[in-house]
C-alpha cells in the first residue's frame, strides 16, 4: 500500500499542476484535473491507512464518513470535494453547460487547500502510528 500511496500522492501534484496551467485557457479541463488531483490525494490517504476504493463515489462517501466528521482533514475539506466532483461533472459531461474561469480558478485554490489538508491529515497518522 505505501507504493500506492506514493504513487497516487505523485499523481496529485502532477494533477494539480496541470489544473494551474490550464486554468486560463481550458475551464472545463482545470476543473477537472482539481477534481481528480484531490481524488489522488484522498486515495493516496486511505491507502496509508489500508484501504483502497475503486469507485469515486466510495471514496467520496469514506471522506465524509471517516475523515470529515471526526475532523481529519478538516470539515471543510468534504464539502470542497464535493465541490470539486460537482464540477468536474461539470467540465466532463456537462453538455453545453460549462465550468466558467471563475470556477476553474475557485477549483485549483480548493484542490491545493484539499491537498495541502490531505498532507497534514497524513502526517498526522504517521505521528500517530500509521504508516
Known amino acids: 500500500m505505501k507504493a500506492f500511496a506514493a504513487s497516487?500522492?505523485?499523481?496529485?501534484?502532477?494533477?494539480?499542476r496541470t489544473a494551474r496551467q490550464i486554468?486560463?485557457?481550458?475551464?472545463?479541463?482545470?476543473?477537472?484535473c482539481?477534481?481528480?488531483?484531490?481524488f489522488h490525494a484522498a486515495s493516496?490517504?486511505?491507502a496509508l491507512r489500508g484501504q483502497a476504493f475503486r469507485?469515486?463515489?466510495?471514496?467520496?462517501?469514506a471522506l465524509h464518513r471517516d475523515l470529515v466528521r471526526p475532523g481529519l482533514p478538516a470539515t471543510h475539506a468534504g464539502?470542497?470535494?464535493?465541490?470539486?466532483a460537482a464540477l468536474r461533472h461539470t467540465g466532463d459531461d456537462g453538455g453545453e453547460q460549462r465550468v466558467?474561469?471563475?470556477?476553474a480558478r475557485e477549483a485549483v485554490e480548493k484542490?491545493?487547500?484539499?491537498?495541502?489538508?490531505?498532507?497534514?491529515?497524513?502526517?498526522?497518522?504517521?505521528?500517530?502510528?500509521g504508516s
Open 79 to 84: 464539502e470542497d470535494y464535493d465541490f470539486l
Open 111 to 129: 484542490a491545493g487547500a484539499f491537498i495541502s489538508a490531505v498532507a497534514a491529515a497524513c502526517l498526522e497518522l504517521k505521528a500517530a502510528g
Open 23 to 32: 486554468v486560463e485557457t481550458d475551464a472545463d479541463s482545470a476543473a477537472s
Open 100 to 103: 466558467s474561469p471563475a470556477d
Open 55 to 61: 469507485k469515486h463515489p466510495a471514496i467520496r462517501a
Open 8 to 16: 497516487e500522492w505523485d499523481r496529485a501534484g502532477r494533477t494539480l
Open 44 to 46: 493516496a490517504m486511505f
Open 34 to 38: 482539481a477534481y481528480y488531483a484531490a
